[in-house]
Every structure is written in C-alpha cells, then in structure tokens.
C-alpha cells in the first residue's frame, strides 16, 4: 500500500543553518504530495504542496520539489529561524482523494 | 480563517468509561470532517470520515462500536471512545474541509491527548 517515510528526529540546528528534512513516498501512479507544520499547541497546517513530477512547492522560504525518478519530496530551507521550531510531516494523496497518508513527522529545533 | 478547535486538549478516565471529543469549525461550515489517531513516533492514520447528517465511514480496522462519530452540524463532529481502555490511549486529531478548497486540502484541529488508566 501506500506509505510516505521520513527522517527520523528531532534535528536540532543553529540559527541561520541549511535545513533538510528527506520524505520519501511509496505509491503507485501520480500522488500528490505535501508538507504540514506543526506549531507548539496548534493544529497542523498545509506548508507546500505539489501536484505532479518536477513541479515544486514553496512557502514561508522552504520548497519541495516532487522527483518522481526518485520517489522523493524533501524539504528545504536555506537559513532556518527560531520560529521554524515545530514537527514537519510529509504526506501523499492520490488523485481525487481526501484521504492523507502521513509520514511520522519530524521534530524541528532551532537554537539562537 | 478556517480555524478548527478540538475539547478538551487532554483528558484522563479510568478504564471502562466512555470519553467525548469535541471537533469544531469556528469559521466556517464544514462539508466533511475527519478523525485522526497518533501514537507516539508514528503517523497519524485516518481512522473515520464523516459528513454533515449522514453515518461516518471507518476505515478498515477501526470498530466502529468502540468510536461513535456523530457530525449532526456543519461546525461539530464528536468523536466518542467507548468503555475506554489504556491500549486507546492516544493522541486523537480532527479535521474539516469545506467546499472551494482543493478535495485534499484538510483544516486541523490541535488534537486532543487522551489517558486512559
């Protein structure tokens, strides 16, 4: 069946650092993939989101693009806040779904 | 907007008791509400869909007996754990969509921990 793997946390990073967080999907035909944030007492929110291969998807300073050859669809961010301190899970949906299928999620910690 | 709560954010029972969750829209009517479960280090995995006035579906696995969802308005979706025992102790999420949104496009709730002795 379908299933989405993440890295495992928490990843703890300074200030100003490069952030990766690798997903990786399992699905047969076209998913849609995207990223969530959770933020400390706050239900999850949609970050990016991005509907067929090599499209990517941007928000707030992460992107994602979707690698079909690879199954991949890692988030980035070229200099990280304090604020970024949240869980960030990966998730597909297929086509004319609502159903999400979550990755475990992984635990953000950004020091000054 | 699309802002959804959940009541209560943590609740304790002893076991054999049933436990209510709560699940509102605050800003909008939603169309379709979902319920989520979360175990410690994992994902979270669907475990029902409801919509407004009609039987939620269950996925596959989840007794239906055991969680009674009842959506009987456009802004509530009630989740209840039935004679609760500690193996449903968990983190339990819902979420809403609503019409004009894109069909995956989910508005969360900040979830509801509940311990069960």
């Known amino acids: 069946g379908d299933s989405v793997t993440q890295m495992e946390g928490p990843v703890t990073l300074s200030e100003e650092a490069f952030l990766t967080i690798n997903c990786t999907y399992t699905?047969?035909?076209?998913?849609?993939l995207f990223w969530y944030v959770q933020y400390p007492g706050e239900g999850l929110q949609l970050l990016l989101k991005a509907t067929k291969a090599d499209d990517k998807g941007s928000n707030k300073g992460f992107e994602a693009t979707y690698r079909k050859e690879t199954t991949s669809f890692h988030l980035e961010k070229g200099s990280v806040q304090v604020s970024d301190s949240a869980v960030y899970f990966c998730?597909?949906?297929?086509?004319?779904?609502?159903?999400?299928?979550f990755g475990s999620g992984t635990r953000l910690l950004v020091r000054p | 907007g699309a802002v959804v709560s959940q009541h209560p954010s943590w609740v304790i029972c002893k076991s054999g008791t049933s436990v209510k969750i709560e699940c509102r829209s605050l800003d909008f009517q939603a169309t379709t509400m979902f319920w989520y479960r979360q175990f410690p280090k994992q994902s979270l995995m669907l475990m029902a869909t409801s919509n407004e006035g009609s039987k939620a579906t269950y996925e596959q696995g989840v007794e239906k007996d055991k969680f009674l969802i009842n959506h009987a308005s456009l802004t509530l979706s009630t989740l209840t754990v039935t004679s609760a025992h500690p193996e449903d102790s968990s983190f339990y999420i819902c979420?809403?969509?609503?019409?004009?949104?894109?069909?995956?496009?989910?508005?969360f709730g900040p979830g509801t921990r509940l311990t069960v002795l």
């Open positions: 998730a597909l949906s297929r086509d004319s779904s609502y159903k999400l299928i």
């Open positions: 699905a047969t035909g076209y998913p849609s």
């Open positions: 979420s809403a969509w609503t019409s004009g949104y894109s069909y995956n496009e989910q508005f």
